[in-house]
């Protein structure tokens, strides 16, 4: 007899998309609380940068895992799954439902399927590969392990740099963490909403809710972070928008320059999130396109 599994949502889309917004009323109807699946909100200092929920959204309905870790520290995937199963089991203990919201493919796919449990980064490793490009990478990987390049795409920065750090340190392939031991995926009946919009209006609205990024604060809260001396290689310094406005506040570039870099990044980001929802999300995803 096959056992009985709870049901979760997820619901994701790409950045600017009103994901959030429709989580809320999802939430709101079916007596639901909102677990954040996004690599960058889990962290303190920025935000208004990471479009983390408002004082007003938090009102509205209860929202767990947002804003909860120093950017100086290292984070991992495998801890996310482990306080996401325990954050989900307490609300299910409720009599609620949990709805998974964000857009970091890398932790909808750890929360799906599951992942191999790799060694610790080696920093001056990490380091090094951080100051590579894509390009660069993937020739290394061609180089060293083609197996691997095979199954990563070479826009998808985190396992091409995981794979190519993995290769440095372990001097073996990535494809042999297989043989580590498998972190689960979570143990639930998960229906899956992926939220979209026509492209044009994406990209509008994301010039839109950058200029209000501004308005509400965001160039300050990028300056207190970056006095912060946070290094570069942590994950909340590759938000879009901190190194743009590094530069302008090196005087390397204008601010408008800035401004018009953190919106050619995110417009680039949402174009990455289409390719990866299109292509790895389950066939039994809810497609919904939002207009207006």
Known sequence: MQELRSKAVIIC???ASGKSSFAIDYALKNNGEI???????IYKELPIVTASPTKEDLKKVPHHLFNFIDGKDEFSVGKYLSLAKETADEIISRGKLPVFVGGSGFYISAVLNGLH?????DIKIRNKVSKMTNEEIAKELEKNTPEVLQKINI????RLSRAYEYFLQEGKSFLSAKENKRLGALPYDFEIICV????DEINERIEQRIYQMLDDGMEQE???FLSLNIPEQRTISKADGVQSFKKYF??????QEAIQEMIFKSKHYAKRQRTWYK???PENTIRKELIG
């Open 13 to 15: 889309g790409t950045t």
């Open 35 to 41: 677990i954040n699946i996004d690599s960058l909100q």
């Open 117 to 121: 449990e790799l060694p610790e980064a």
């Open 155 to 158: 826009n998808d920065r985190q």
């Open 196 to 199: 979209s919009r026509p492209k």
């Open 222 to 224: 990028i300056k207190n």
């Open 250 to 255: 090196d005087g390397l570039i204008t601010k």
């Open 279 to 281: 292509h790895q999300l």
